[in-house]
């Protein structure tokens, strides 16, 4: 089988390439040919290329990868271009997407959701090199969505509760990076929407750190972690502001076997190896 993925430079994109061709399959990166079975799009940021190749090759079954697409994006589109990438996502034979999250934004803003299916991603899982230990702060590592509804709601509750709190803003280089997830007391994804939660909660839960997230709809955590998750009422500032005292008062103390083994269904293989099953079922 031979495809066509459209991409930007991203280190949760960039890995497909080699894994794609590791488990047999034909990969063009950002070019086509009329003998590709299909075209993958990665991202909105990719519109422009991607329907230039969709338009050049009508007959080339389309499947576009969508991200992410929160209620805020018509406010804050970020210079993409919301309004033409729904069209291909109603012109794509199937589209996946990391959550359910995910689904629900696509019906709600171009009645084609009923297309998207989701295939989690992978998350960028590590071997820290040090001593994993609780050196009392909580981690925030999700990028500033500042017209989410929950936005600053954990610097609030912190800041009242006298509870240290590191924000990176996906700033850290991976040394640092991976220091602050394995030195941290838990995690926290405040946010009220959010396609995955942030994969950088999957990586610290891999190293036996808690995770707290909102019970919201919206929260694509909740597709990844489930019952292993910390949960408090989204539309509820003070339930928020108890379960962060409670589980800073009274920090779990998790199987750090147990979270190696949930979290080995978040890597690369194996979620390309669910892409390639539903290519060679759309194949025929």
């Not at 199937?94 to 989701?118: D, T």
């Not at 990176?168 to 994804?189: R, Y």
């Amino acid at each position: 089988m031979k495809i066509a993925i459209v991409k930007p430079d991203s280190k949760n994109l960039d890995p497909w390439i080699p894994e794609f061709r590791r488990q047999g399959i034909d990969v063009l990166v950002n070019e086509i040919t009329s003998d590709c079975n299909f075209l993958i799009g990665s991202t909105v940021s990719q519109y422009n290329k991607i329907k230039q190749f969709y338009d050049q090759y009508p007959n080339i079954p389309m499947i576009n990868y969508n991200w992410d697409m929160y209620e805020w994006i018509w406010k804050q589109p970020r210079n993409y271009n919301w309004e033409g990438y729904g069209e291909l996502l109603k012109k794509s034979v199937e589209v996946w997407c990391p959550s359910n999250e995910v689904i629900l934004r696509a019906e709600e803003f171009f009645g084609c959701g009923s297309n998207h299916r989701v295939i989690k991603t992978f998350a960028r899982l590590f071997e820290y090199n040090s001593e994993v230990v609780d050196k009392r702060y909580i981690y925030q590592p999700m990028r500033n969505y500042e017209l989410d509804k929950n936005y600053g709601w954990l610097r609030k509750a912190c800041s009242e509760l006298n509870i240290p709190l590191v924000e990176s803003h996906h700033k850290l280089n991976e040394s640092e990076f991976q220091k602050t997830i394995a030195e941290c007391s838990f995690l926290v994804c405040d946010y009220h929407e959010a396609s995955t939660g942030g994969l950088t909660l999957i990586e610290g839960y891999r190293l036996g750190k808690p995770v707290v997230v909102s019970n919201s709809i919206y929260q694509g955590a909740k597709d990844y972690f489930g019952n292993n998750a910390i949960y408090f009422n989204d539309n509820n500032y003070e339930h928020f502001k108890h379960v962060i005292n409670n589980t800073w008062n009274n920090t779990p103390k998790l199987n750090v076997e147990d979270c190696i083994e949930f979290t080995n269904q978040y890597k690369l293989d194996i979620m390309v190896s669910k892409m390639i099953e539903r290519l060679n079922i759309l194949n025929g």
